[in-house]
């Protein structure tokens, strides 16, 4: 499965951003869908997941409540709304696949998007 992220930009603290995952190749419910971010000097970790057909969704710490994973299979896309936007949210935002993954460790999945710059000034 071939994934592309989207959505990233530049917004100011206490705003909100929506980033798609747009995949093609394979059948895309049959894949858990995985968000992970990177800022600089520091490793990739999880932020949200979600199951193959919506019902089940898992976030890191600080994205609960703030941060909200969706999919939209008759589409092959996935979100993740972002709300409430600080600056330590400032990263580059991946999307993930995996039939069974390890949820929220990056080497539990197999497929990756190129991922999307997210900046959030104070």
């Known amino acids: 499965v071939q994934l592309q992220a989207s959505g990233g930009g530049l917004v100011q603290a206490g705003g909100s951003l929506r980033l798609s995952c747009a995949a093609s190749g394979r059948t895309f419910s049959s894949y858990y869908i995985g968000w992970f971010r990177q800022a600089p000097g520091k490793e990739r970790e999880f932020v949200a997941a979600i199951s193959w057909s919506g019902g089940n969704t898992y976030y890191a710490a600080f994205a609960k409540g703030r941060f909200t994973v969706s999919r939209d299979n008759a589409k092959n896309t996935a979100y993740l709304q972002m709300n409430s936007l600080k600056p330590e949210d400032t990263a580059v935002y991946y999307c993930?696949?995996?039939?069974?993954?390890?949820?929220?460790?990056?080497?539990?999945?197999?497929?990756w998007g190129q991922g999307t710059q997210v900046t959030v000034s104070s």
């Open positions: 993930a696949a995996d039939q069974n993954p390890r949820l929220g460790v990056r080497e539990g999945y197999d497929y």
